[in-house]
């Protein structure tokens, strides 16, 4: 069971770079790495997912060293609308008994 | 899009009550999964479903059943309603079977058990 870590928050201000660090030391070889965002009274919602190396899209990027037992989010100068929480998961339900497992969330608040 | 839509957003029970969630995905997707949701301690998986009347226990199955009788609906049963039990709910569904693959999410339903 992989378990994860986060920290539990940070604060950043409008247009800087914000990375956020998730530790997975326990991660399987079938284990992907998906981050979610959410919002007051809202489910999350997906920003990006991958397995090893870098992947970006539209809103995010995503770090995973060879070792996998991390990665790292990357929001490219954030605005006030990116305060949320942010969870990283780690997973896989292609085996019988693999458990999905999201982090405690990193609470983002982002300044003017 | 894909939808994914709750039965209620707040419910009020009382301890002992058999509490009836329901979930509903209108993409045909093939996975669904119940979590909750409480501060301090993230989103924690219920169960999960990856087909029709089948079901896996996630981190939390006690004092929690599940029902899926058709692909689109995913109830969460609460058999005696206990006050440990309030909480958010949410549901969530996913396309493909037999692997992970993107968690569309409900708006989650608020259970205050009295």
């Known amino acids: 069971l992989a378990k994860t870590t986060q920290p539990i928050s940070m604060d950043s201000y409008e247009g800087q770079e914000v990375n956020i660090t998730c530790s997975h030391n326990?991660?399987?070889?079938?284990?992907?790495i998906t981050w979610y965002q959410q919002f007051p009274s809202q489910g999350p919602r997906f920003i990006i997912q991958g397995y090893k190396t870098k992947v970006t899209n539209e809103v995010a990027s995503l770090f995973i060293p060879a070792d996998r037992k991390s990665s790292t989010l990357s929001l490219p100068r954030v605005s006030l609308s990116d305060t949320a929480v942010y969870y990283c998961?780690?997973?896989?339900?292609?085996?019988?008994?693999?458990?999905?497992?999201f982090g405690g969330g990193t609470r983002l608040m982002v300044k003017p | 899009d894909v939808k994914v839509t709750q039965s209620s957003r707040y419910l009020v029970k009382r301890t002992g009550e058999k509490v009836f969630l329901e979930c509903v995905q209108d993409?045909?997707?093939?996975?669904m999964f119940w979590y909750r949701q409480d501060p301090g301690l993230g989103l924690r998986l219920i169960y999960f479903?990856?087909?029709?009347?089948?079901?896996e226990k996630g981190d939390i199955p006690e004092g929690y059943s599940v029902s899926r009788e058709k692909k689109e609906r995913f109830s969460l049963i609460l058999e005696s309603a206990s006050t440990n039990q309030t909480s958010m709910y949410l549901c969530a569904s996913s396309l493909l079977a037999g692997r992970y693959n993107e968690q569309f999410f409900g708006p989650g339903t608020r259970l205050t058990v009295l």
């Open positions: 998961l780690v997973g896989d339900i292609g085996n019988a008994g693999n458990m999905l497992t």
């Open positions: 993409m045909d997707h093939e996975n």
């Open positions: 326990n991660i399987a070889t079938n284990d992907y």
């Open positions: 479903s990856y087909d029709v009347k089948m079901k």
